[in-house]
Protein backbone atom coordinates (compact mmCIF):
# COMPACT_ATOMS: atom_id res chain seq x y z
CA UNK A 1 0.00 0.00 0.00
CA UNK A 2 1.36 3.42 -1.25
CA UNK A 3 -0.43 7.10 0.08
CA UNK A 4 0.34 9.87 -2.41
CA UNK A 5 -0.34 13.36 -1.17
CA UNK A 6 -0.36 15.85 -3.73
CA UNK A 7 -0.36 19.93 -3.73
CA UNK A 8 0.27 22.61 -5.88
CA UNK A 9 -2.61 23.33 -8.08
CA UNK A 10 -4.24 26.53 -8.96
CA UNK A 11 -4.72 28.74 -10.88
CA UNK A 12 -2.81 30.87 -13.57
CA UNK A 13 -2.65 32.99 -16.50
CA UNK A 14 -1.48 31.71 -19.80
CA UNK A 15 2.22 31.69 -20.14
CA UNK A 16 2.96 31.60 -16.38
CA UNK A 17 4.51 28.17 -14.80
CA UNK A 18 2.97 26.20 -11.92
CA UNK A 19 5.04 23.50 -9.47
CA UNK A 20 2.88 20.34 -8.40
CA UNK A 21 4.32 18.26 -5.59
CA UNK A 22 3.56 14.80 -5.06
CA UNK A 23 4.84 13.23 -1.22
CA UNK A 24 4.71 9.14 -1.22
CA UNK A 25 4.33 7.25 1.86
CA UNK A 26 7.45 5.15 0.86
CA UNK A 27 9.83 4.61 -1.99
CA UNK A 28 8.27 3.62 -5.09
CA UNK A 29 10.06 2.47 -8.06
CA UNK A 30 7.94 4.50 -10.92
CA UNK A 31 6.27 7.62 -9.96
CA UNK A 32 4.55 9.77 -12.30
CA UNK A 33 1.52 12.54 -13.64
CA UNK A 34 -1.59 12.01 -15.39
CA UNK A 35 -4.20 14.53 -16.13
CA UNK A 36 -7.86 14.33 -16.80
CA UNK A 37 -9.80 17.37 -18.65
CA UNK A 38 -13.91 17.73 -18.99
CA UNK A 39 -15.07 15.28 -21.53
CA UNK A 40 -11.59 13.50 -21.82
CA UNK A 41 -9.79 11.07 -20.76
CA UNK A 42 -7.19 10.07 -18.60
CA UNK A 43 -3.38 10.67 -20.37
CA UNK A 44 -0.06 10.42 -19.29
CA UNK A 45 1.80 13.75 -18.87
CA UNK A 46 5.15 12.56 -17.55
CA UNK A 47 6.71 9.65 -15.70
CA UNK A 48 10.18 9.08 -13.79
CA UNK A 49 11.38 6.07 -12.78
CA UNK A 50 13.95 5.75 -9.70
CA UNK A 51 16.73 5.41 -11.85
CA UNK A 52 16.06 8.63 -13.33
CA UNK A 53 14.01 7.67 -16.84
CA UNK A 54 11.94 9.71 -17.52
CA UNK A 55 8.88 9.52 -20.16
CA UNK A 56 6.83 12.43 -21.23
CA UNK A 57 3.45 13.28 -23.38
CA UNK A 58 4.64 14.93 -26.66
CA UNK A 59 2.41 18.11 -26.22
CA UNK A 60 4.66 18.93 -22.77
CA UNK A 61 7.94 18.37 -23.99
CA UNK A 62 10.09 21.24 -23.63
CA UNK A 63 7.50 22.69 -21.10
CA UNK A 64 7.49 20.19 -18.49
CA UNK A 65 9.66 18.79 -16.28
CA UNK A 66 9.40 15.90 -13.86
CA UNK A 67 11.82 15.17 -11.30
CA UNK A 68 12.36 12.95 -7.90
CA UNK A 69 13.74 13.17 -5.10
CA UNK A 70 14.25 9.62 -3.98
CA UNK A 71 16.01 10.37 -0.48
CA UNK A 72 12.15 11.84 0.63
CA UNK A 73 9.65 9.94 -2.02
CA UNK A 74 8.66 12.58 -3.71
CA UNK A 75 8.34 13.89 -7.38
CA UNK A 76 7.51 17.30 -9.08
CA UNK A 77 6.40 18.67 -11.60
CA UNK A 78 7.49 21.98 -13.14
CA UNK A 79 5.07 23.46 -15.53
CA UNK A 80 5.98 26.88 -17.86
CA UNK A 81 4.92 28.20 -20.75
CA UNK A 82 1.37 27.13 -19.85
CA UNK A 83 -1.88 26.81 -22.02
CA UNK A 84 -5.50 27.09 -21.59
CA UNK A 85 -5.32 23.34 -23.19
CA UNK A 86 -3.76 22.16 -19.97
CA UNK A 87 -6.24 22.90 -17.52
CA UNK A 88 -7.39 19.42 -15.95
CA UNK A 89 -7.38 17.80 -12.67
CA UNK A 90 -3.75 16.41 -12.23
CA UNK A 91 -3.27 12.98 -10.68
CA UNK A 92 -0.19 11.70 -9.08
CA UNK A 93 0.67 7.92 -9.50
CA UNK A 94 3.01 5.40 -8.53
CA UNK A 95 3.72 1.94 -9.45
CA UNK A 96 6.25 -0.98 -8.32
CA UNK A 97 8.96 -2.51 -10.48
CA UNK A 98 6.50 -5.57 -12.75
CA UNK A 99 3.63 -3.29 -12.39
CA UNK A 100 1.56 -3.85 -15.63
CA UNK A 101 -0.40 -0.90 -14.46
CA UNK A 102 -0.41 1.88 -11.92
CA UNK A 103 -2.11 0.93 -8.85
CA UNK A 104 -1.32 4.02 -6.38
CA UNK A 105 -3.40 7.23 -7.24
CA UNK A 106 -3.34 10.41 -5.31
CA UNK A 107 -6.66 12.24 -4.85
CA UNK A 108 -6.08 14.77 -8.03
CA UNK A 109 -5.32 18.35 -7.90
CA UNK A 110 -6.98 20.95 -10.06
CA UNK A 111 -4.73 23.26 -12.35
CA UNK A 112 -6.39 25.85 -14.62
CA UNK A 113 -4.86 28.00 -17.19
CA UNK A 114 -6.97 30.90 -18.04
CA UNK A 115 -6.79 34.81 -18.35
Known amino acids: QVQLVESGGGLVQPGGSLRLSCAASRSIYAMGWYRQAPEKERELVAT???????NYKDSVKGRFTISRDNAKNTVALQMNSLKPEDTAVYFC????????????WGQGTQVTVSS
Open 48 to 54: ITSGGST
Open 93 to 104: AARAFGDTRWPY
